[in-house]
């Protein structure tokens, strides 16, 4: 079946634009998660949503949302970017939200660059 | 809140040798623990997880891992490496009331021919 696709795999946006992020979870599972990943801070989550439902918020601001739609998919946005936003996010889908024992699977991220 | 403290950041092991990649978890409290594995310019794959029961868990590409409570430790092991092994390996922990996934700084193992 298909694994967890995230949409584009490589960003390169300019200070103060906006990035929308597409994540496509497997098909069934309805917790989708996502996370920011850099060399300084390693993987920080940002919010998981469950059923359309944010369930869990990282200590991220308000720049970054995110929402999930009928059929599972979710977007992250991050709006007014800064030059510390450049990172890897990724998106990881599971069967249950909080992860709850079951296998988080990842996307290959998409790589965010703010020049 | 939950932390995880992965004790190497970088390891180089010759290829064929044992190594161990240390994970400690701040909590003793009820957690799920799992290992998982990042290749250059890929997404995180799981290779193991403890949920309950046993405490030596095996996983993926020989891999496996040992869960102590009481030294609040899950290191992950595997008795002999092979190049294709050289990545970035990734603890993490969640506490059973439907937590999100805390993970560690991550350790580079570099497996040397």
């Known amino acids: 079946k298909a694994g967890v696709t995230q949409t584009p795999r490589y960003l390169i946006k300019t200070r103060g634009q906006q990035v929308t992020l597409s994540c496509s979870p497997i098909?069934?599972?309805?917790?989708v998660s996502w996370y920011q990943q850099t060399p300084g801070q390693g993987l920080q989550f940002l919010f998981e949503?469950?059923?359309?439902?944010?369930?869990n918020k990282g200590n991220f601001p308000g720049r970054f949302s995110g929402r999930q739609f009928s059929n599972s998919r979710s977007e992250m946005n991050v709006s007014t970017l800064e030059l510390g936003d450049s990172a890897l996010y990724l998106c990881a889908s599971s069967l249950a939200f909080g992860f709850g024992g079951t296998e988080a699977f990842f996307g290959q991220g998409t790589r965010l660059t703010v020049v | 809140a939950q932390s995880v403290t992965q004790l190497d950041s970088q390891v180089p092991v010759f290829e064929e040798a044992p190594v161990e990649l240390r994970c400690n978890y701040s909590?003793?409290?009820?957690?799920?623990l799992f290992w998982y594995v990042q290749y250059p310019n890929q997404g995180l794959q799981l290779l193991l997880k403890?949920?309950?029961?046993?405490?030596l868990v095996k996983g993926i590409n020989g891999f496996e891992a040992e869960f102590n409570k009481s030294q609040t430790s899950f290191h992950l092991r595997k008795p002999s490496v092979h190049i294709s092994d050289t990545a970035e390996y990734f603890c993490a922990v969640s506490d059973t009331g439907n937590t999100p996934l805390v993970f560690g700084k991550g350790t580079r193992l570099s497996v040397i021919a």
């Open positions: 098909s069934g599972h309805r917790s």
């Open positions: 909590s003793s409290v009820s957690v799920y």
């Open positions: 949503y469950f059923s359309e439902t944010q369930r």
């Open positions: 403890y949920l309950s029961g046993s405490t």
